[in-house]
């Protein structure tokens, strides 16, 4: 276990990694900072079993879903985190929805469609956030298909953030919900009171 100081030293190390900066993970968001308890106890021992058994069939894709604030976006870095902990070759990226759907108008305006493709589908672990902004975004819905398929197939694993169950996603084409439910769905709930103030102490 690493006390306070060297947990300090390694977040710095990774910040000022540019191997690292292209995961665009945030160091302080591990499973050690994530405080666990009745309304997230299931998702956060889904997370560290995709994060220890990367690409397994049962745990691909991992879709958490739950609403805002509930810890969505910290888990899903903590397993990016992890899994390269564990191996620092793997290709990495955490990208949110609105992100992405802007980097594929801009790969197709400026011509780069081609690298844009190549990049996704070449990822070992892709963490996609709040999936829910791909609402009507036919384009992007359809690169986002083929990205995901080609993943699957190579056995990279898939980790997938939501404000709502995949089937209630609005103005989100059938395949793909399909798809989100193709591995494990959990949900993290509100915290109960205990877990609230472990939360403030945290």
Not at 58 to 68: R, S, V
Not at 72 to 82: D, E, P, W, Y
């Amino acid at each position: 276990h690493l006390n306070k100081k060297s947990k300090k030293e390694v977040s710095l190390l990774k910040t000022t990694n540019p191997v690292y900066k292209k995961t665009k993970l945030v160091a302080e968001y591990t499973f050690e900072n994530l405080v666990s308890g009745k309304a997230n106890n299931l998702a956060c021992a889904a997370a560290l079993q995709v994060a220890q058994n990367v690409g397994v069939r049962h745990y691909n894709p991992l879709f958490i879903y739950g609403g805002a604030g509930l810890g969505k976006t910290h888990l899903i870095h903590a397993i990016g985190n992890k899994i390269l902990d564990e191996d620092q070759k793997k290709i990495i990226r955490y990208v949110h929805a609105e992100d992405y759907i802007q980097s594929y108008i801009s790969a197709i305006k400026s011509g780069s469609f081609d690298n844009f493709t190549k990049f996704y589908r070449s990822l070992d672990v892709f963490l996609l956030d709040d999936v829910q902004f791909f609402n009507r975004k036919e384009g992007s819905q359809n690169e986002l298909f083929f990205v995901f398929n080609t993943l699957i197939q190579e056995g990279k694993q898939i980790i997938i953030t939501c404000d709502t169950y995949p089937k209630d996603i609005s103005g989100l084409g059938d395949r793909l919900i399909t798809r989100f439910d193709w591995g494990l769905t959990v949900q993290l709930e509100p915290p109960e009171l205990e877990m609230r103030v472990a939360i403030l102490k945290k």
